[in-house]
């Protein structure tokens, strides 16, 4: 820019004029190959809780109102790959699926053009970033009114060394002023248009990122620095796979939940749910709550129906009736099971049976079943784990090896059915108050316990949610005493194996 030499030398320096951006674009870098996964296909096409990584990754931008547009830049050999799950999904706000180039910083200039021309706010992400937040989004999205540049980054928890050729400490810089960097890296597109147009006349011209284009070709130019989180991983690595699995399971520690009664009601009424082990216990407290808005709810159970889940020709009877008064199922929940104490080697073959044909083959039973109606509504199966799946003990060997194996169904029926537009979930509650529990350890401080209906509320909420291949913890409130509702305690004592 040349500089305006007229003005007197008292004369204020001009004030810039507001930033007003006509659009905000998320650029998705999906460029990678996987090499270092080891796999046959790009590491952005790995499944993962159920979706291919890009899919977690593009959720976030579709349903962040911070972004209107959405362009992926994809790996090459693998554009129609992306344009499929993008379909799928319906999501809306992709305008483009395009090849993306041989680096980084060639995948940028290729996304600059395909943004086009005019003001706009622009963000990069990396695709095998998945569990980037909301709030982060919508942090960098909010600071480009006040920077031309934002970069995320989290503080370092590790010393950084600096080393010679040797691999002998040369420097450690102060830790405290360190940060390790994520993204996304959101600009104003003249900036990055700017820097971008600079770097082409420097034959030395490296970087690994966009905001190093910024800090090298336009040093003037302050970039802020938003925090991150720990959580947002970049997928490189084989153990990052495991890692994201995980974290996408704490992630769906907390179900979406509808602001008011009556947007459940919305959800629910005209729906028909079948509970497996809906007589007492989550299986009760459920049945109860999806009535009251205006669910159509089928609960049955060994003791109420004579149904047991192990037996495939009871399942097929119990899913044909309610399909018959309502003529579609929703939702298919098991609560159904049993916890016997003691050592395996001390267990009777007739326990061992019992143990493994209702915790688990039962499941899988109403899960095979289940499938031709869930198809036709797009719903959903719930099954329920326990917190010691993550852990076998001693004297819980069948019951924790049977729970762990429902979260490995759960996982692996959600990649199966996704075609089918079927959701599959499991909900892990802590030590809860049921009847199943009171029977295996007798009474305890009710203020340790956390109560049904809770589980119940937090299983509608998954139910009515969008999650799949997840597992959804649900722990007890500071203070929370368990509710005591439906049959009196002693009533409900008497039939465990009907307890969730």
């Keep these: 820019m040349t500089q305006d030499h007229t003005a007197g030398p008292d004369a204020a320096p001009e004030t810039p004029a507001p930033w007003r951006p006509s659009r905000t674009v998320a650029v998705v870098l999906a460029g990678g190959t996987g090499t270092r996964l080891g796999l046959g296909i790009p590491k952005q096409l790995l499944k993962i809780a159920g979706k291919p990584i890009i899919e977690h990754t593009l959720a976030v931008f579709e349903t962040a109102p911070e972004i209107d547009e ?21 999501f809306r706000k992709v305008a483009k699926v395009i090849e993306g180039g041989d680096t980084r910083n060639a995948t940028t200039r290729i996304a600059l053009d395909a943004v086009g021309e005019g003001d706009s706010n622009i963000l990069f992400h990396d695709a095998v970033r998945p569990l980037v937040s909301g709030r982060i989004v919508r942090e960098c999205v909010n600071a480009l009114w006040t920077y031309a540049a934002v970069d995320v980054a989290i503080p370092s928890a590790d010393t950084i060394v600096q080393v010679d050729e040797d691999d002998c400490i040369t420097d450690i810089p102060v830790r405290s002023r360190l940060r390790r960097g994520q993204t996304p890296q959101a600009f104003r597109s003249g900036t990055i248009r700017e820097a971008y147009r600079l770097a082409e006349g ?61 947007s ?64 579609r199922i929703d939702h298919v929940v098991v609560t159904a099971g049993i916890l016997e104490k003691g050592a395996l080697a001390e267990m009777d073959q007739e326990t061992m049976d019992r143990v493994l044909q209702v915790n688990f083959v039962g499941p899988v039973i109403v899960a095979r079943q289940s499938l031709p109606y869930l198809q036709q509504t797009k719903g959903q199966l719930l099954l ?7 852990r076998g003990r001693a004297r819980y060997a069948l019951y924790s090896s049977t729970k762990a194996a429902l979260v490995n169904l759960t996982q692996a029926l959600s990649d199966e059915w996704a075609e089918f537009g079927v959701r599959v ?76």
């Design 425 to 500: 979930n499991c909900v892990n509650p802590e030590r809860t108050a049921t009847p199943m529990r009171t029977k295996a350890f007798g009474e305890e401080p009710e203020h340790t316990l956390l109560a049904a209906e809770t589980v119940a509320q937090a299983s509608l909420d998954v139910l009515i949610s969008e999650l799949t291949g997840q597992v959804i913890d649900v722990r007890r409130a500071p203070g929370e005493v368990p509710a005591q509702p439906g049959p009196s305690r002693a009533e409900r004592i008497a039939s465990p194996a009907d307890a969730g």
């Design 70 to 90: 959405i362009i992926v830049l994809m790996a090459t050999g693998h554009v129609a790959d992306a344009q499929q799950i993008v379909d799928r999904a319906g």
């Design 384 to 390: 329920y784990t326990s917190s010691s799946y993550t």
């Design 264 to 327: 459940y009601t919305e959800e629910l009424t005209g729906r028909t749910i079948v509970i497996f082990g809906g007589s007492y216990g989550i299986g009760h407290d459920l049945a109860e709550l999806a009535r009251r808005y205006g669910a159509q709810v089928f609960p049955f159970s060994r003791s109420s129906t004579g149904t047991h889940v192990e037996r495939a020709e009871d399942v097929e009877a119990a899913l044909k009736t309610a399909f018959e008064a309502t003529g």
């Design 202 to 262: 420097d034959p030395h011209f490296a970087a690994t990122d966009d905001c190093g284009v910024v800090l090298r070709y336009l040093p003037g130019t302050p970039i802020k620095v938003i925090d991150g989180s720990d959580e947002n991983i970049k997928v490189t690595h084989p153990v990052d796979v495991h890692l994201a699995d995980k974290l996408f399971q704490l992630a769906a520690a907390q179900a979406p939940r509808v602001t008011d009664e009556r």
